[in-house]
Nanobody, 126 residues
Framework: QLRLVESGGGLVQPGGSLRLSCVASGLSLDYSAIGWLRQAPGKEREGVSCISVSDGMTLYVDSVKGRFTMSRDNASNTVYLQMNSLKPEDTAVYYC???????????????????WGQGSQVTVSS
């Protein structure tokens, strides 16, 4: 059974850094990538990034390019989202999702058939 567990969220000051982790277990070959998404209060869920399980190719939404970096460790079934130069507008619940594909459309990241984790709160505030 597929299970995704996020960790690493918390409170950080503007300009600070956090690293989110997502451990995936029971991942079938149908899921070719892992994505990170976020949902701020009162807003729709937004795709942030995506990484291919096979070759590590990454995609990012325009608003985080140059600040966020996604990586993977296939040996431990873990993906990471390193978030630097955090801004108050990055405040959201961050979810990792196993997806059957992802692509950039209009500057945003779209996912195919996502399977969600439980989410991890990230708060950027002074």
């Amino acid at each position: 059974q597929l299970r995704l567990v996020e960790s690493g969220g918390g409170l950080v000051q503007p300009g600070g850094s956090l690293r989110l982790s997502c451990v995936a277990s029971g991942l079938s070959l149908d899921y070719s990538a892992i994505g990170w998404l976020r949902q701020a209060p009162g807003k729709e869920r937004e795709g942030v990034s995506c990484i291919s399980v096979s070759d590590g190719m990454t995609l990012y939404v325009d608003s985080v390019k140059g600040r966020f970096t996604m990586s993977r460790d296939n040996a431990s079934n873990t993906v990471y989202l390193q978030m630097n130069s955090l801004k108050p507008e990055d405040t959201a619940v961050y979810y990792c999702a196993a997806v059957k594909g992802c692509k950039v459309v209009g500057g945003g990241v779209l996912y195919v058939d996502p399977y969600w984790g439980q989410g991890s709160q990230v708060t950027v505030s002074s």
